[in-house]
């Protein structure tokens, strides 16, 4: 018994310790945030999950993953702030630990968000299972949601 506490505590403690390292198959996350006029969308994948994928014939995964997975995530996801759509655009990519993190911004001019509006179809071409972690950080949503091949939106207001 005292073991397995002490195994719990252990898994708990690096859970705290090393947030966003840890990470489970089949999902991805979409951690939106809004700082001063910029809307940030920071994408994280384990890297594994991406191979076999074929996200576009014009798109070569294995030579430019990060231009890839921007187009794809702008082809089958969008975000709309008070009734906007907004564009958003690859800024920079990572890889850590096996994930990989893929940055897109918007440059905004918003002084209050009244409403917010999450559409996001990704990856569930390749893998009916697949769920997509949306993080909504703007305030004043802050929020987490789990969106599937079933529930693809959110909307906050």
């Known amino acids: 018994m005292r073991r397995l506490i ?3 505590i252990v898994i708990v403690a690096s859970a705290y310790a ?3 390292l840890m990470h489970i198959g089949h999902v991805a996350e979409y951690r939106y945030s809004l700082d001063d006029n910029r ?5 994280s994948v384990e890297k ?3 191979a076999g994928l074929d996200l576009s014939e014009a798109c070569d995964l294995r030579k430019t993953t990060a231009l890839c997975i921007a187009r794809y995530l702008n082809s089958r996801s969008f975000i709309e702030i008070n009734g906007r759509i907004l564009e958003m655009t ?3 990519s990572k890889e850590r630990n096996g994930l990989l993190f893929v940055y897109l911004d918007s440059e ?3 002084d209050t968000v009244y409403s917010i509006d999450i559409h996001n179809r990704c990856f569930h071409e390749y893998q009916g299972l697949f769920k997509n972690r949306v993080v909504v950080d703007i305030a004043p949503f802050q929020k987490s949601f789990l969106l599937s ?3 693809t939106s959110i909307h906050l207001e």
Not at 39 to 43: I, N, S
């Open 6 to 8: 002490i195994v719990i």
């Open 18 to 20: 090393a947030p966003g």
């Open 39 to 43: 809307l940030r969308l920071t994408f």
């Open 48 to 50: 594994a999950e991406l």
């Open 90 to 92: 690859l800024t920079a």
């Open 108 to 110: 905004v001019q918003i």
């Open 149 to 151: 091949e079933k529930k």
